[in-house]
C-alpha cells in the first residue's frame, strides 16, 4: 500500500519509474539462463500490468516472492553463486513495482534498480553491458531528478525527456575525466585483495567431462572460445587441432580427465621442424582448461602440462587471457609405451556394450596380432560408407556405444570420438578422446583467427607401434554426401541478422574486431599494461611514485574541468538576455550597475539622474528591451538580432559629456 504520508505518484512519473527500472533490469536478464531470464521478465511484465491502478495485497506480494525464489533457486540446481545471487536480485527487482505508488516507493525502486547494471558486471564485462547500465543509469538518474522537481513543486516537471536527459547527461559528463583517471592512472594491483564468489550454473564450454549429447548447447553456440594471432607462419584451417582436455576414464558413459600425480614419466616427442609462434586470447570459462595447437613445445607462464599435453591454468579463467605459445606437429610421440600407460589405455568398464567388444575381438582375430594399423583402417572404411553426421540426435541409452555403432549410426563428434576410441580399445589398441577445437575463422579486418564456442571438437589418438600416438578423427571419415549440418551453415554471421544482408559477413568481421579491441584496452588492462602505458613517449616504465603524481595531476585538471564545466552551465542560454546582463556589467565601474530586482525603465532614470548624457540612449536600449521581454516583440517589426548586437554594442564614458558614440541598430530619429 503507498505511504500516505508522501505523495503519490502521477501517471506520468510512474511510467518513467518503471521504464528506469526496467532499463536497469535488462542488462542483468542479459546474462542469465535464457529460460531463467524468460521467466523473471514475463513476471516483470505481469506485475505491472496487473497493478497498474492499484497495489497487489502483502500476502501476494509475499506469495510470489517464495516462488520466484523457488523458480530461481531450482533452476540453479540450488547451488549458491554469483550467478544465483544476481538472479535473485532481478527476482526480486521483477516484483518490486507492485508497491511503487508514492514519491518514497519510487526512490526506494530506483535505488533498488541500480544494484542490477552493477551486478551485470559479476557476469560479463562487454561493451553491450557497459552501454546498456550506462543508459539505465542515465534514466534512472533523470527519474530521480523528476521526482525531486515533483516533491518541490518546480516548474521544470514539465520539460520534455529528452531535454531531462540531456540535463542529466552533463552532470554525468562532469565526472568523466575523473572515472577516465581512475582507470587508467590509479596503480592496480597484480592480484586482487579479494575474490568474488564462483559461478553456480556453469558457462557452455570444455571440461573434464563428455558424455554423448551433452555438447548439443556448446555446438549451438555462436559466441567467440577463443581468438589467435600467428607471429610467422600460420597452419592451415584442417591443421588447427587445438587441443584442450584429454580423456582416458570411462564408466560406460561418461569420459573424464585423469587427475595426474607426481611420478609419472616424461613424455618423450620428436617434434617436426615446422614451428607456429602464435599468441591466443582466451574467453572467460571459469575452468582452468587451456588449449593450444597440437602440440605445445612448452607450457606458458601461469599453466602446467600434463604428461598427455593438455595444459591447466593454475588460477580460473574468470576473464580474457592471454597466453603467448608455440607448437609444432609430431613425427613421434611417446614412441615406447609403458606398461602402466599401455593398460589405462585399454580399460574399459564391465556389462556395456558387449557388442562393440565382440566386434574389437572379432577384428583383431581377423588383422592378426600386429595389424594395429589395419584395424583402425577398417573402423575408418565402416564410418564412411555406412555413417552420416548430424547435430539432431536423440538420448543414448545404458549401452550408448552399441546403440550408436549398431543401431543409430548418426551423430557428431562426440559420439564418432567415443565409440572409436571404445572400438579400438575392445580391439587392443591403447586409444584416448581428445577434445578442444578444430579449425578456425580467419578474421579479415583484425588479422586474427576466430575460434567459436561450436567450432568444439573431439577426436581419437591411438597408439601405434614405431609413431606412438597418432591423431585419428573418426567425425572427418563420414562421406561428404551424408553430412546433414554443413560447415557453411555454421559460418560467423550465418544464423543472424548479418548473414541475411550484403556485406553481413564484413560487418561481423568488424563488431568482432571492435570487441577484440575492447577485450585489449579495457579488460585486458593490467598491473603490467599500467606500467608501460607511457612506452610511445620513451618511457620504458612507470613506478608507483610515478603513477601517484600523474594520479594527482588528472584528478587537479579533472576538478578545473568540472569548475569550467558548472560555470558553463550556469551561463545564460539566451543571447538577449545575455546581452542585457553585460550591458549592465558595463555601469560597473561608474557605480551604476543595475540591481537584481530593478525594472530597465527604473534604471534608465537612475542612470540618467547621475549621468545625463547616457539617459537617451539608455533610455531607447530599455525600452526596447522591455517591450521584446514583455509585449512579445518590439514595434515596428525591428529584429531580435538587431536589438542583440545593440546591447552588445552600448559602450558608457567614463568621462561626464564624452559620450558621441552611436549604437547600431538605432537610427538618428531614436535620439529625439
Not at 428 to 457: C, E, F, K, M, Q
Not at 587 to 612: F, I, K, N, Q, S
Amino acid at each position: 500500500m503507498a505511504d500516505p504520508s508522501t505523495p503519490a505518484l502521477d501517471p506520468r512519473a510512474r511510467r518513467w519509474v518503471l521504464l528506469s527500472a526496467g532499463a536497469c533490469l535488462l542488462p542483468l536478464l542479459l546474462q542469465l539462463p535464457m529460460p531463467m531470464a524468460l521467466t523473471l521478465a514475463v513476471s516483470a511484465l505481469a506485475v505491472v500490468a496487473v497493478t497498474w491502478r492499484h497495489p497487489l495485497h502483502g500476502l501476494l506480494r509475499l506469495l510470489l516472492s517464495v516462488v520466484l525464489i523457488a523458480i530461481v533457486l531450482t533452476m540453479s540446481g540450488f547451488s549458491i553463486g554469483r550467478d544465483t545471487g544476481c538472479a535473485l536480485l532481478a527476482a526480486m527487482l521483477a516484483i518490486k513495482p507492485a508497491e511503487t505508488f508514492s514519491l518514497r516507493d519510487a526512490r526506494s525502486l530506483l535505488g533498488f534498480a541500480l544494484f542490477a547494471p552493477f551486478a551485470t558486471f559479476l557476469l560479463d564485462q562487454g561493451p553491450l553491458s557497459l552501454v546498456l547500465g550506462l543508459a539505465a543509469t542515465l534514466l534512472t538518474l533523470a527519474a530521480l531528478q523528476l521526482l525531486a522537481d515533483i516533491e518541490s513543486g518546480d516548474v521544470r516537471r514539465d520539460a520534455s525527456p529528452w531535454r531531462r536527459m540531456a540535463a542529466t547527461g552533463r552532470l554525468l559528463a562532469l565526472g568523466l575525466p575523473l572515472a577516465l583517471a581512475a582507470f587508467w592512472l590509479f596503480p592496480r594491483l597484480a592480484s586482487p585483495l579479494w575474490g568474488i564468489p564462483e559461478r553456480a550454473m556453469a558457462r557452455t564450454g570444455l571440461s573434464d567431462r563428455m558424455s554423448p549429447g551433452d555438447w548439443v548447447d556448446l555446438m549451438g553456440d555462436e559466441r567467440p572460445a577463443l581468438r589467435a594471432r600467428f607471429f610467422g607462419a600460420t597452419p592451415r584451417p584442417q591443421q588447427m587441432y587445438w587441443r584442450g582436455p584429454v580423456m582416458w576414464d570411462f564408466d560406460g558413459r561418461t569420459w573424464t580427465q585423469p587427475r595426474w600425480t607426481a611420478g609419472w614419466n616424461q613424455t618423450v616427442i620428436e617434434h617436426g621442424r615446422q614451428r607456429w609462434d602464435y599468441e591466443i586470447e582466451l574467453e572467460p570459462t571459469d575452468r582452468r582448461q587451456l588449449v593450444a595447437l597440437d602440440l605445445p613445445l612448452a607450457a606458458p607462464a601461469g599453466s602446467e602440462q600434463d604428461p598427455d599435453q593438455s595444459l591447466q591454468s593454475t588460477a580460473q579463467l574468470t576473464g580474457v587471457t592471454r597466453w603467448r605459445m608455440q607448437s609444432a606437429p609430431p613425427v613421434r610421440y611417446e614412441a615406447r609405451l609403458s606398461r602402466q600407460l599401455r593398460e589405462y589405455a585399454l580399460q574399459l568398464p564391465g556389462g556395456y556394450n558387449p557388442r562393440t567388444l565382440a566386434l574389437g575381438r572379432r577384428w583383431r582375430i581377423d588383422a592378426g596380432p600386429h595389424a594395429d594399423a589395419a584395424i583402425v583402417t577398417r573402423a575408418l572404411d565402416w564410418i564412411h560408407r555406412d555413417f552420416a553426421y548430424t547435430l539432431e540426435t536423440p538420448l543414448l541409452g545404458r549401452n550408448s556405444v552399441d546403440e550408436f555403432l549398431f543401431d543409430q549410426r548418426a551423430g557428431f563428434c562426440q559420439h564418432f570420438s567415443s565409440s572409436f576410441v571404445v572400438l579400438m580399445r575392445a580391439a587392443g589398441i591403447p586409444a584416448r578422446v581428445v577434445t578442444g577445437y578444430a579449425g578456425g575463422y580467419r578474421n579479415a579486418v583484425g588479422g586474427y583467427w576466430l575460434v567459436r564456442r561450436s567450432d568444439a571438437h573431439a577426436w581419437a589418438e591411438v597408439w601405434l607401434r614405431g609413431r606412438g600416438w597418432v591423431r585419428v578423427d573418426p567425425t572427418a571419415a563420414v562421406a561428404p554426401e551424408r553430412i546433414y549440418d554443413t560447415l557453411d551453415d555454421r559460418q560467423p554471421g550465418a544464423g543472424s541478422l548479418l548473414g541475411g544482408i550484403a556485406g553481413g559477413r564484413s560487418l561481423f568481421d568488424v563488431s568482432d574486431w571492435m570487441r577484440r579491441g575492447w577485450n585489449d584496452f579495457v579488460l585486458g588492462f593490467n598491473a603490467q599494461r599500467q606500467q608501460r602505458l607511457l612506452r610511445p613517449l620513451g618511457i620504458e616504465r612507470i613506478d608507483d611514485r610515478t603513477l601517484v603524481l600523474l594520479m594527482m595531476l588528472a584528478v587537479a585538471l579533472g576538478l578545473l574541468w568540472m569548475v569550467w564545466f558548472s560555470r558553463r552551465n550556469e551561463r545564460e542560454p539566451d543571447p538577449m538576455l545575455r546581452a542585457w546582463h553585460a550591458l549592465a556589467r558595463r555601469y560597473r565601474h561608474l557605480d551604476l550597475e543595475r540591481y537584481p530586482d530593478e525594472p530597465a525603465g527604473r534604471w534608465a532614470e537612475r542612470v540618467a539622474a547621475t549621468r545625463p548624457e547616457l539617459a537617451d540612449e539608455l533610455r531607447i536600449l530599455s525600452q526596447r528591451f522591455s517591450d521584446w521581454r514583455y509585449a512579445d516583440g518590439e514595434p515596428g517589426g525591428r529584429s531580435t538580432r538587431a536589438l542583440t548586437q545593440a546591447l552588445r554594442a552600448h559602450r558608457p564614458s567614463a568621462q561626464p559629456g564624452s559620450h558621441r558614440m552611436r549604437t547600431p541598430g538605432m537610427t538618428p530619429g531614436d535620439r529625439r
